[in-house]
C-alpha cells in the first residue's frame, strides 16, 4: 500500500477530548493511505502539529507491520508537561513524552520537549512508538475489551519500542544484566544455585523489570523500557514475528493475553520470562 499525506488538511471545527480554551484548538485531519488521523493542538503549536503530520508519513508504513488501524486514532497535542500530566492522570513521571489508548494518542508538545525543541527524529520515533500501540489495541481486541486483556508490559512496550527502532535509547544487555546483579543478592557472584534462583522468577530488593515493573516504572523507566525492549526483540529472534501476529489475531478471537501468547508462542508467557531471564543473567548474550 501506498502511504501519501494529501498537501492541504481539512480543519475541523472542537473537539470532545478535553475542555474547552481560549482560544479553541484546531483539529487537522489526516489520511495517510487507507489510515485517518485528527491531530488538535493550539495556535502555539502549529509548528508541533505539522511534525506529528510529516512522521505520520514514515510512521504508516512501519506499524502496518502488526496490522491495520480500524479506528481513528486522535493526537491531542498538550502545550505542556504539566497538561499531558493533568490529560492521563500520572502525576510525577517528568520521562512522560506521550500516552496512547485504543484510539487516543495524548502528547506533550515538541516544543517543549528541550531548549531547541525535539528533532524530527526525535518526533518520528515518538509517534511511530505510540501509534504502535493503537495497531496493537486495535488488531488485538475491540474499543470496549482492550484494557482488560491482560497484557504485559514488556510486550506492549517491546513491541513499540523495537517498531520505533529504538535500541540506541534503551542501554545493552550487559545492563539488564547489571541490575539483576545488583539487586538481587546472589545472582552475580558466580553461583549456579544463586543465578538459577533469578533466572526462573526470584525478585530482587527493587523488583523485577519483566515480572514485576510497576514499582519500578515511576523511577526507574529506564530499567523497565530497556527490559522490554531486548525481551521483545529476544522473542521476535527465536520465534519470529508472524508468531507474534499469532498472538494478536488469538486475543482478537477473544482469548486473553495468557492464552493467546501460549497458543501462538507454543509455551507459556512465564516459562517464555523465565527463559529470557536466563538469556541474561547467564549471559548468553555475550556468545
Not at 6 to 20: E, I, N
Not at 149 to 178: C, M, N, Y
Not at 250 to 276: H, T, V, Y
Request: glycine share 8%; proline share 6%.
Amino acid at each position: 500500500m501506498r502511504w501519501f499525506v494529501p498537501l492541504a488538511v481539512a480543519t475541523v471545527a472542537g473537539c470532545a477530548h478535553v475542555a474547552p480554551r481560549d482560544p479553541q484548538p484546531r483539529v487537522d485531519e489526516v489520511r495517510v493511505g487507507a489510515s485517518r488521523f485528527l491531530v488538535q493542538y493550539w495556535p502555539e503549536d502549529a509548528g508541533a502539529a505539522r511534525q506529528v503530520v510529516s512522521a505520520l508519513q514514515q510512521a504508516g508504513p512501519r506499524v502496518e507491520r502488526w496490522g491495520a488501524l480500524s479506528s481513528t486514532v486522535t493526537f491531542i497535542i498538550h502545550p505542556s508537561h504539566e497538561a499531558l500530566e493533568s490529560a492521563v492522570r500520572r502525576e510525577g513521571y517528568v520521562w512522560l513524552r506521550a500516552w496512547a489508548q485504543y484510539a487516543t494518542i495524548n502528547m506533550q508538545s515538541p516544543r517543549t520537549w528541550s531548549l531547541f525543541g525535539g528533532s524530527s527524529r526525535d518526533v518520528e520515533e515518538l509517534v511511530t512508538h505510540e501509534l504502535t500501540h493503537c495497531v496493537m489495541y486495535q488488531v488485538a481486541s475491540t474499543e470496549f475489551n482492550w484494557p482488560y486483556k491482560g497484557i504485559p508490559l514488556w510486550f506492549r512496550e517491546g513491541l513499540a519500542s523495537v517498531t520505533a527502532e529504538q535500541g540506541h535509547r534503551r542501554g545493552r544487555v550487559e545492563d539488564l544484566w547489571r541490575y539483576y546483579e545488583r539487586s538481587t543478592p546472589g545472582s552475580g557472584d558466580g553461583v549456579p544455585g544463586s543465578r538459577a534462583r533469578v533466572a526462573f522468577g526470584t525478585l530482587g530488593k527493587e523488583g523485577d523489570p519483566i515480572a514485576d515493573p510497576e514499582p519500578m516504572y515511576q523511577e526507574q523507566s529506564e530499567i523497565v523500557y530497556g527490559a522490554a525492549h531486548h525481551a521483545f526483540k529476544f522473542l521476535v529472534d527465536r520465534y519470529g514475528e508472524e508468531r507474534v501476529r499469532g498472538v494478536l489475531a488469538s486475543m482478537a478471537q477473544g482469548l486473553p493475553f495468557s492464552r493467546a501468547f501460549e497458543q501462538a508462542i507454543g509455551i507459556s508467557e512465564p516459562e517464555f520470562a523465565a527463559d529470557f531471564r536466563r538469556y541474561v543473567v547467564w549471559q548468553g548474550w555475550r556468545r
